[in-house]
């Protein structure tokens, strides 16, 4: 599976940010400063997920580019429609339940498809507040736990990030390089 060249991403050259933008963006820059010389590690991250992002940065600009973003098909005419329902993205899997659920589900107008479809949609939309939080606590601290797993006060900011404690997570975190601390409390911000 490819790489989204559209995904947004920042990048470091050790604990110095160099950029945040595309994925692409974000290369490019990482390839600059390693081309002017710093030899400091250069870090990709995920900005959703605080992961980091394993990029091949040999040979020139334009090849860092070609393999983040390759160029689209000259033909871009669609195929012609087959015959059949049409793809909307549906994936078929294994749901396993007990005897009582697949005869409620098999009672509901549309069947078990549809109305599984409801209630993880419901069920999302229910929860989407708690899980905006739970998304940004796991990607600040990936981010974190990169960046600044070795540093003082590191696991006092990360008890403050689960705790949803925004001042006591700036206090442990204080010592931090700028832009690490700068970086783990923007990917955090939604958490508090």
Same mark, same amino acid.
């Given at each position: 599976?490819?790489?989204?060249?559209?995904?947004?991403?920042?990048?470091?050259?050790?604990?110095?940010?160099?950029?945040?933008?595309?994925?692409?963006?974000?290369? @490019?820059?990482?390839?600059?400063?390693?081309?002017?010389?710093?030899?400091?590690?250069?870090?990709?991250?995920?900005?959703?997920?605080?992961?980091?992002?394993?990029?091949?940065? =040999?040979?020139?600009?334009?090849?860092?580019?070609?393999?983040?973003?390759?160029?689209?098909?000259?033909?871009?005419?669609?195929?012609?429609?087959?015959?059949?329902?049409?793809?909307?993205?549906?994936?078929?899997?294994?749901?396993?339940?007990?005897?009582?659920?697949?005869?409620? @589900?098999?009672?509901?107008?549309?069947?078990?498809?549809?109305?599984?479809?409801?209630?993880?949609?419901?069920?999302?939309?229910?929860?989407?507040?708690?899980?905006?939080?739970?998304?940004?606590?796991?990607?600040?601290? =990936?981010?974190?736990?990169?960046?600044?797993?070795?540093?003082?006060?590191?696991?006092?900011?990360? =008890?403050?990030?689960?705790?949803?404690?925004?001042?006591?997570?700036?206090?442990?975190?204080?010592?931090?390089?700028?832009?690490?601390?700068?970086?783990?409390?923007? @990917?955090?911000?939604?958490?508090?």
């Amino acid at each position: 599976m490819g790489l989204d060249p559209e995904m947004r991403c920042t990048a470091f050259a050790g604990t110095r940010h160099l950029a945040t933008g595309t994925l692409v963006e974000a290369a @490019l820059a990482a390839k600059a400063a390693q081309d002017a010389g710093d030899d400091s590690l250069i870090f990709i991250f995920n900005d959703a997920t605080g992961r980091a992002v394993d990029v091949d940065l =040999r040979g020139p600009a334009e090849a860092v580019r070609g393999r983040l973003a390759p160029a689209f098909p000259a033909d871009l005419t669609p195929a012609p429609p087959r015959p059949g329902r049409p793809k909307l993205g549906v994936v078929a899997r294994e749901v396993t339940l007990l005897p009582r659920h697949w005869e409620w @589900l098999n009672t509901q107008p549309g069947g078990a498809s549809v109305a599984l479809r409801k209630l993880v949609d419901a069920a999302r939309h229910a929860n989407e507040g708690a899980d905006r939080v739970r998304q940004a606590q796991e990607a600040a601290y =990936r981010f974190m736990s990169t960046m600044a797993g070795d540093r003082p006060g590191f696991e006092e900011a990360a =008890r403050a990030l689960f705790a949803g404690d925004a001042a006591l997570f700036q206090q442990h975190s204080q010592d931090w390089p700028a832009d690490v601390r700068s970086h783990a409390e923007r @990917l955090a911000a939604p958490a508090f």
